[in-house]
T-cell receptor
Framework: GQNIDQPTEMTATEGAIVQINCTYQ??????LFWYQQHAGEAPTFLSYNVLDGLEEKGRFSSFLSRSKGYSYLLLKELQMKDSASYLC??????????WGAGTKLIIKP | EAQVTQNPRYLITVTGKKLTVTCSQN?????MSWYRQDPGLGLRQIYYSMNVEVTDKGDVPEGYKVSRKEKRNFPLILESPSPNQTSLYFCASSDLERSSYNEQFFGPGTRLTVL
């Protein structure tokens, strides 16, 4: 079966750095997405990785290791508005998105 | 403005009363999809469509129907809603091509309660 694992919840302090991990086992791999979702709102696209390595975009970076079936999202200089759920999703061999359950990130002052 | 719209945003209904949730996108995307989101379960795909008149079942299609008569519209139909279909529903679209990636754009969501 296909499976994506993320921690259910994480807590971090404003101004700090947090790393949200995602491990996956899927039928094929055509890329990995990270989305941000504020409570009651639609998910919004953050990043896409298809090759191994780190992709940096402002305060957010995403890393991928295909051999390990592993990715992480790194958030720097945390702000209160970063409190949200972060969803990891993998595009499988049929180009269907397989979603993780999401990680709820709580930012404390 | 490029967007995906859904209507209604909120709906409370009773068991067995047929309902339709509309979804429309103005980005000329070929791929459209419906998801439901429940606490602790993440996004689960109900149906998707790769193009006009082409629809396929996702992970949880039971109790739902869809149609894709036009490229921009992808309505979700619940013929006989039941309480276990109480959920938050999202429509999404993308210009998905097999040779490249494209992000999915989500509608604002429809919160459905079936009594």
């Amino acid at each position: 079966g296909q499976n994506i694992d993320q921690p259910t919840e994480m807590t971090a302090t404003e101004g700090a750095i947090v790393q949200i991990n995602c491990t996956y086992q899927t039928s094929g791999f055509n890329g990995l997405f990270w989305y941000q979702q504020h409570a009651g709102e639609a998910p919004t696209f953050l990043s896409y990785n298809v090759l191994d390595g780190l992709e940096e975009k402002g305060r957010f970076s995403s890393f991928l290791s295909r051999s390990k079936g592993y990715s992480y999202l790194l958030l720097k200089e945390l702000q209160m508005k970063d409190s949200a759920s972060y969803l990891c999703a993998v595009l499988d061999s049929n180009y269907q998105l397989i979603w993780g359950a999401g990680t709820k990130l709580i930012i404390k002052p | 403005e490029a967007q995906v719209t859904q209507n209604p945003r909120y709906l409370i209904t009773v068991t067995g009363k047929k309902l339709t949730v509309t979804c429309s996108q103005n980005m000329n995307h070929e791929y459209m999809s419906w998801y439901r989101q429940d606490p602790g379960l993440g996004l689960r795909q109900i149906y998707y469509s790769m193009n006009v008149e082409v629809t396929d079942k996702g992970d949880v299609p039971e109790g739902y129907k869809v149609s894709r008569k036009e490229k921009r519209n992808f309505p979700l139909i619940l013929e006989s809603p039941s309480p276990n279909q109480t959920s938050l529903y999202f429509c999404a679209s993308s210009d998905l091509e097999r040779s490249s990636y494209n992000e999915q754009f989500f509608g604002p969501g429809t919160r459905l309660t079936v009594l």
